[in-house]
Structures are given as structure tokens and as C-alpha cells.
């Protein structure tokens, strides 16, 4: 049965039990009883109308409120919950509170990347099959389809797994994935539903007419080169919604809503690498008229509302960003007034929920228990031992044996795959500490040990940089460290992240030692560069093992990107690092551990 208008002082009544803030559900002003006992007629009053739409993004796969890698409940000094099996129970309570018909839902983007999950059915037991076997359905697609999403834009993590995976998820999917600034490299067409048009049925009254455009990242080009070179491009979102937001107006949209994979600060990680933002969600919002309001994604941060005012009509445009992981839910809450026949928004506001409150669906977890349980049991297969306990609590400013775990693998796999001619190099390799928490034990060695390590599922290069060129490479990475004057304490709990440069973006070096001064200016740091004990000299050529991430340009390392290649495989770094412990048995950090690197004020030793 469809649900009933509601007027406006029972919605709120209902929406402050569920905890939205600000919405009205329903028709109010044409058949009140105020009006009828005042004597007046209630047709002349304009007609008023109420939806809302929810909005996640950045799921990266997680169901539920679970850590693979930890295999525990997720837990963090915020008190947050990750999963969709949570937020599925807040849409719920909107979609009761507000009305089934008053509420649509939406994505913006990221959600088969992410987890061991995510791994699982993309390699392990992938979606698309094997040896002409049906593949399973993702979690991702039974989960989001029983929610009823209206529609997700593309995330440049969809691209991690190829064309071929990310095509299937869309098959398995009831709703559209968007990406208008997702084109065919040949035809420039969009590959992907640009935007999808839905309707909010108005009982005696024309429908409102809500346009959902999809944005994805431009980074995309340079991030999953090896994907999607010579097959897709990505021009900049502020270019592409300048073409559909009229063209939705056009189509008599009475609302214009976009779902952007993209930060609202206007930066990109990658310089100048492309011409177009990584982050334009607010440019979007600034340059081009008719949008009404912006669904914000990537950046993992919450933002539960933000106005941005257009240029051209200085209207105000409303955006959220829902953080992460299912962290939080963005409601975007809408009034209207019909108009000669036209719909009209008179009002808007958006904040974000905390799923933290409330229980996992329990129709969720029926249906995706025993894909869960399978991953479960796939990260605590054991595969070796190690001799001592590996943490990475230090990695971010000492040179720890768990990294030069990475980096022998790295190294070994690219020495394998040289030519005659680059094995005669001098091959050194660079990785960034991705987690903190890592921590290999002592004794049973399990995949969920080596995956809380390398959290992320990039391949492998080997590219050549001259010496001055890694002495540059080097110094870009130092810039991680917050200046510390000589004589001053050194206070690691402040020491990184300076420039906004987090931990996944800080790569350290192997085969090469050297020095970081961090009581000398950016640009300045890196001293004591040598290899086999003898000064690196800037002509010098050396093979550098590096993941596909970097080797093509993300967060901006310079040289890097347009360096000459030595060695690629589609392999991930992470199964590489699985295989070497397997073969092994045994995980012995005196077969690979060795200080090369250490932080210092003005020559000083710091640690």
C-alpha cells in the first residue's frame, strides 16, 4: 500500500523519533484543516511537497561491521561502524518515518574495492567466473539490491579489477551505475548511463521529476592506466556536467541532483599530471548553474552539509560527504511548491547519521552470512611461519624489517623479469607504510597477517630513474615530515602528514641508504645518498621497483610517471608477498632486513 501524505508537523514529529533533523513528507497547504475552518480555498494555496534523497559512498565493499584483516569487530577510537548492514537499518527508519515514496537512495562511488571480501570475489572465487563456470554475485550488488539503491556513480576503485569485473557488477546491479565523464576512448560516448531520471509520485498533482547525474575521477587515467589506456578517457567533471545539467533541465527535471566521486577542495594529488581536478565537487557547484545539490565522495571525510554558491545565478548549491566505509549516512532533505504546473525548490537542507546506534539489518546478514564466512575462513588459511613479530607501529619514521618485507619481494620479483641488459642495473624499490596497526606474529604466518600489511591490490613495475631523478623522488616523499629545528624534541604523534600528505603517499627506499633531515627546509632533506657504500651519482641509472599506483603518477611523485619501463605485471603486490611466504615456509627478517634509511636533525641521529 502506499503511504499516506503526511502533513507537516506529524512528519516532524515522526522524522526527530528516527533522528532526522530537518524534512517534511507529504502534502501540506492544499486541503488543511486550518484552511477549511478559516473559510478559504484551499485550492489557491500553492501545492507543497516533501522527499528526501539518502546518500553513502565509499562503502570499499564492507557489509559488515567487521575487519578482515583483524578478523574482529571494527573498531576505532571514534566509536565508528563500518558496513551497509547498519546503514541499511537507517534507511529503513527514513523510508518509515518519511514514506516509501518520499526517499530515494544513492551512491557515490568505490564499493568493489576495499576488503578482503572485495578481493575474494574479485580473485579468489570472481564474479566473472572461471573455466567457464557462472560466476557468484557480489556481495556488494545482493546488498545494495535489497536496499534499493536508485542509483551509484563510479568510483576510480571500480576500475582496480579490470573492465571485465567492473562490467559484471553492473550487470548483477538493479540500478545504473553513473559516470558521465566515463567515455568510450574511440567514439568519446559516454560508456556508462551518464545520469538516470527518477519520479516522486504526487497524488493529484504532476510528478517531480529528480535527475541524478554521475561523476566519476579523472584520475582514473593515470591511477588504472594499465586498465582502461586506449579503452576509456575521463574528462573533468566540471566540463561533462556542463553538458547534462542543461540537458537534464531540458528533460523538465525539477531537481537536479548529482553524485560526484570527488573531494570539495579543488585539489588533485597529482599536480599537473592531468587538466583536469581530482576534487571538483565544489568547482561543479560554483561553475555550473541548475544544480541543486551534490552527493560528495573519495576523500573519506565527513562534511554533513556545505553550501557553495553558483557564480552565474548565485543560487546556492547543497553538498555532503557521508565519510566512509558506511561510516556515516547523508540525508538531503527537499521542500517544493508547485508553480503554473512546475515544480519548485523552496527549501533544502542535508546532515549526515550515525549508524553507530543502531543494530545490523537482519535481512542483510541472511542474505550475505556465508559469503562472509567463507572470506573469513579464506584470511585465516595459513601460509608459514614467522621467527619474530613484525609491527609496523614504527614504519612512519623508522626504517622497520615489516617493510623490507615489501621491498624483498618487490625486488625479487622485478630482478626475475629484467632484461639481460637492465639486470646489469643497480635495482632498488620504494613502497609506502600503509597501516600502522600491521603486524605480522611470531609463529603461524596467515593471509590476513600479510594483507593487513598491503591493503591495497596494486601490481607491480620496474621503472628506470637516473640518480638525480631519485634524489628528487626522495625529497618529494620528505616532505611528509613536519620541519623539527635542530634541538628541538622530536614528537612523533606530530611529526607526519605534513602538506596534507598521508601515509599511503610516503614512500621509502630500499637498495640505496640515505638520510632524512628533518630540521632543514622542504626540498632540502635528503642527505648521505649512496649506493654500495659509494655517493649516487646523478647520471647513475637504477631500476626502481614500484607499484602501479605510483609508477603512473599518483600523488604526484616526480619522474616517475613518464619514466622508461623495465618490468610490469598484472600480478598484486599483496598475492606476490603471500606466494614468497608460502614458498618460503618460513618468514625470516635476517633474509631481508636491513637499516638503510634514518631520520636526523642537522646530522644528527633522531631515533
Same mark, same amino acid.
Given at each position: 500500500?502506499?503511504?499516506?501524505?503526511?502533513?507537516?508537523?506529524?512528519?516532524?514529529?515522526?522524522?526527530?523519533?528516527?533522528?532526522?533533523?530537518?524534512?517534511?513528507?507529504?502534502?501540506? /497547504?492544499?486541503?488543511?484543516?486550518?484552511?477549511?475552518?478559516?473559510?478559504?480555498?484551499?485550492?489557491?494555496?500553492?501545492?507543497? %511537497?516533501?522527499?528526501?534523497?539518502?546518500?553513502?559512498? *565509499?562503502?570499499?565493499?564492507? =557489509?559488515?561491521? %567487521? *575487519?578482515?584483516?583483524?578478523?574482529?569487530?571494527?573498531?576505532?577510537?571514534?566509536?565508528?561502524?563500518?558496513?551497509?548492514?547498519? &546503514?541499511?537499518?537507517?534507511?529503513?527508519?527514513?523510508?518509515?518515518?518519511?514514506?516509501?515514496?518520499?526517499?530515494?537512495?544513492?551512491?557515490?562511488?568505490?564499493?568493489?574495492?576495499?576488503?578482503?571480501?572485495?578481493?575474494?570475489?574479485?580473485?579468489?572465487?570472481?564474479?566473472?567466473?572461471?573455466?567457464?563456470?557462472?560466476?557468484?554475485?557480489?556481495?556488494?550488488?545482493?546488498?545494495?539490491?535489497?536496499?534499493?539503491?536508485?542509483?551509484?556513480?563510479?568510483?576510480?576503485?571500480?576500475?582496480?579489477?579490470?573492465?571485465?569485473?567492473?562490467?559484471?557488477?553492473?550487470?548483477?546491479?538493479?540500478?545504473?551505475?553513473?559516470?558521465?565523464?566515463?567515455?568510450?576512448?574511440?567514439?568519446?560516448?559516454?560508456?556508462?548511463?551518464?545520469?538516470?531520471?527518477?519520479?516522486?509520485?504526487?497524488?493529484?498533482?504532476?510528478?517531480?521529476? @529528480?535527475? $541524478?547525474?554521475?561523476?566519476?575521477?579523472?584520475?582514473?587515467?593515470?591511477?588504472?592506466?594499465?586498465?582502461?589506456? /586506449?579503452?576509456?578517457?575521463?574528462?573533468?567533471?566540471?566540463?561533462?556536467?556542463?553538458?547534462? @545539467?542543461?540537458?537534464?533541465?531540458?528533460?523538465?527535471?525539477?531537481? =537536479?541532483?548529482?553524485?560526484?566521486?570527488?573531494?570539495?577542495?579543488?585539489?588533485?594529488?597529482?599536480?599537473?599530471?592531468?587538466?583536469?581536478?581530482?576534487?571538483?565537487?565544489?568547482?561543479?557547484?560554483?561553475?555550473?548553474?541548475? $544544480?541543486?545539490?551534490?552527493?560528495?565522495?573519495?576523500?573519506?571525510?565527513?562534511?554533513?552539509?556545505?553550501?557553495?554558491?553558483?557564480?552565474?545565478?548565485?543560487?546556492?548549491?547543497?553538498?555532503?560527504?557521508?565519510?566512509?566505509?558506511?561510516?556515516?549516512?547523508? &540525508?538531503? *532533505?527537499?521542500?517544493?511548491?508547485?508553480?503554473?504546473?512546475?515544480?519548485?525548490?523552496?527549501?533544502?537542507?542535508?546532515?549526515?547519521?550515525? +549508524?553507530?546506534? =543502531?543494530?545490523?539489518?537482519?535481512?542483510?546478514?541472511?542474505?550475505?552470512?556465508? *559469503?562472509?564466512?567463507?572470506?573469513?575462513?579464506?584470511?585465516?588459511?595459513? &601460509?608459514?611461519?614467522?621467527?619474530?613479530?613484525?609491527?609496523?607501529?614504527?614504519?612512519?619514521?623508522?626504517?622497520?624489517?615489516?617493510?623490507?618485507?615489501?621491498?624483498?619481494?618487490?625486488?625479487?620479483? !622485478?630482478?626475475?623479469?629484467?632484461?639481460?641488459?637492465?639486470?646489469?642495473?643497480?635495482?632498488?624499490? @620504494?613502497?609506502?607504510?600503509?597501516?600502522?596497526?600491521?603486524?605480522?606474529?611470531?609463529?603461524?604466518?596467515?593471509?590476513?597477517?600479510?594483507?593487513?600489511?598491503?591493503?591495497?591490490?596494486?601490481?607491480?613495475?620496474?621503472?628506470?630513474?637516473?640518480?638525480?631523478?631519485?634524489?628528487?623522488?626522495?625529497?618529494?616523499?620528505?616532505?611528509?615530515?613536519?620541519?623539527?629545528?635542530?634541538?628541538?624534541? @622530536?614528537?612523533?604523534?606530530?611529526?607526519?602528514?605534513?602538506?596534507?600528505?598521508?601515509?599511503?603517499?610516503?614512500?621509502?627506499?630500499?637498495?640505496?641508504?640515505?638520510?632524512?633531515?628533518?630540521?632543514?627546509?622542504?626540498?632540502?632533506?635528503?642527505?648521505?645518498?649512496?649506493?654500495?657504500?659509494?655517493? =649516487?651519482?646523478?647520471?647513475?641509472?637504477?631500476?626502481?621497483? !614500484?607499484?602501479?599506483y605510483r609508477a603512473n603518477g599518483g600523488s604526484g611523485y616526480p619522474h616517475i610517471a613518464s619514466a622508461p619501463i623495465a618490468y610490469?605485471?598484472?600480478?598484486? $603486490?599483496?598475492?606476490?608477498? $603471500?606466494?614468497?611466504?608460502?614458498?618460503?615456509?618460513?618468514?625470516?627478517?635476517?633474509?631481508?632486513?636491513?637499516?638503510? %634509511?634514518?631520520?636526523?636533525?642537522?646530522?644528527? +641521529?633522531?631515533?
Amino acid at each position: 500500500m502506499p503511504a499516506q501524505p503526511l502533513n507537516r508537523r506529524t512528519f516532524l514529529q515522526k522524522s526527530a523519533v528516527t533522528g532526522a533533523a530537518v524534512a517534511a513528507a507529504g502534502a501540506v /497547504g492544499t486541503g488543511s484543516a486550518e484552511a477549511a475552518e478559516a473559510g478559504h480555498r484551499p485550492e489557491k494555496a500553492p501545492r507543497t %511537497w516533501s522527499f528526501s534523497i539518502l546518500g553513502t559512498t *565509499d562503502l570499499h565493499s564492507h =557489509v559488515f561491521d %567487521w *575487519d578482515y584483516y583483524k578478523d574482529a569487530p571494527y573498531t576505532d577510537k571514534a566509536g565508528n561502524c563500518a558496513g551497509v548492514a547498519r &546503514v541499511a537499518t537507517l534507511i529503513k527508519q527514513q523510508r518509515e518515518a518519511k514514506g516509501e515514496d518520499h526517499v530515494l537512495l544513492v551512491d557515490a562511488g568505490d564499493i568493489i574495492q576495499g576488503t578482503s571480501l572485495a578481493y575474494y570475489f574479485a580473485r579468489v572465487d570472481p564474479i566473472t567466473g572461471t573455466d567457464g563456470k557462472r560466476g557468484p554475485k557480489h556481495p556488494m550488488a545482493v546488498a545494495m539490491n535489497h536496499m534499493r539503491y536508485d542509483a551509484a556513480a563510479l568510483g576510480n576503485h571500480e576500475f582496480n579489477y579490470g573492465i571485465d569485473t567492473l562490467r559484471k557488477f553492473e550487470s548483477q546491479c538493479h540500478f545504473p551505475l553513473l559516470g558521465a565523464n566515463a567515455l568510450d576512448a574511440k567514439t568519446l560516448r559516454p560508456a556508462f548511463h551518464p545520469y538516470t531520471v527518477k519520479r516522486i509520485c504526487v497524488p493529484g498533482a504532476p510528478d517531480i521529476k @529528480v535527475g $541524478i547525474l554521475g561523476l566519476t575521477n579523472p584520475g582514473i587515467a593515470l591511477w588504472d592506466k594499465d586498465n582502461v589506456s /586506449g579503452k576509456m578517457v575521463f574528462p573533468g567533471l566540471v566540463e561533462q556536467a556542463k553538458k547534462y @545539467v542543461p540537458r537534464l533541465r531540458a528533460l523538465g527535471c525539477d531537481v =537536479v541532483f548529482l553524485t560526484d566521486h570527488s573531494g570539495l577542495d579543488g585539489s588533485s594529488s597529482y599536480g599537473d599530471a592531468l587538466p583536469y581536478v581530482e576534487n571538483a565537487s565544489n568547482l561543479v557547484a560554483e561553475q555550473v548553474p541548475g $544544480i541543486d545539490a551534490i552527493l560528495v565522495g573519495h576523500t573519506h571525510v565527513e562534511v554533513p552539509s556545505y553550501t557553495v554558491k553558483n557564480a552565474e545565478t548565485g543560487e546556492e548549491v547543497l553538498l555532503s560527504e557521508p565519510y566512509c566505509w558506511g561510516f556515516r549516512l547523508s &540525508v538531503f *532533505d527537499f521542500e517544493l511548491e508547485l508553480h503554473h504546473g512546475r515544480w519548485k525548490v523552496t527549501s533544502k537542507t542535508a546532515q549526515t547519521l550515525n +549508524p553507530n546506534t =543502531v543494530d545490523e539489518d537482519p535481512e542483510v546478514k541472511k542474505l550475505l552470512q556465508a *559469503d562472509h564466512e567463507l572470506v573469513v575462513k579464506y584470511v585465516n588459511t595459513a &601460509v608459514g611461519t614467522c621467527t619474530a613479530d613484525l609491527s609496523a607501529a614504527d614504519s612512519c619514521w623508522k626504517d622497520v624489517p615489516i617493510m623490507d618485507f615489501i621491498h624483498k619481494v618487490q625486488m625479487d620479483t !622485478v630482478k626475475s623479469g629484467l632484461s639481460t641488459a637492465d639486470a646489469a642495473l643497480p635495482l632498488i624499490s @620504494v613502497a609506502a607504510p600503509f597501516s600502522r596497526t600491521a603486524d605480522i606474529p611470531q609463529g603461524n604466518v596467515t593471509i590476513k597477517d600479510i594483507a593487513g600489511l598491503y591493503i591495497y591490490d596494486n601490481t607491480l613495475y620496474g621503472k628506470k630513474l637516473t640518480g638525480a631523478q631519485l634524489k628528487a623522488y626522495l625529497e618529494y616523499g620528505a616532505k611528509y615530515y613536519h620541519q623539527v629545528p635542530a634541538g628541538t624534541k @622530536v614528537d612523533t604523534a606530530t611529526l607526519t602528514n605534513a602538506n596534507n600528505f598521508w601515509d599511503y603517499m610516503y614512500d621509502t627506499a630500499a637498495g640505496v641508504s640515505y638520510e632524512i633531515d628533518i630540521a632543514q627546509a622542504e626540498g632540502s632533506r635528503i642527505k648521505n645518498l649512496t649506493y654500495n657504500g659509494a655517493p =649516487v651519482a646523478d647520471d647513475q641509472v637504477f631500476v626502481v621497483a !614500484v607499484n602501479n599506483y605510483r609508477a603512473n603518477g599518483g600523488s604526484g611523485y616526480p619522474h616517475i610517471a613518464s619514466a622508461p619501463i623495465a618490468y610490469s605485471s598484472t600480478n598484486e $603486490i599483496r598475492q606476490l608477498m $603471500i606466494d614468497y611466504v608460502t614458498a618460503k615456509k618460513s618468514l625470516d627478517p635476517a633474509d631481508f632486513a636491513v637499516t638503510n %634509511w634514518k631520520l636526523t636533525q642537522a646530522g644528527t +641521529p633522531v631515533f
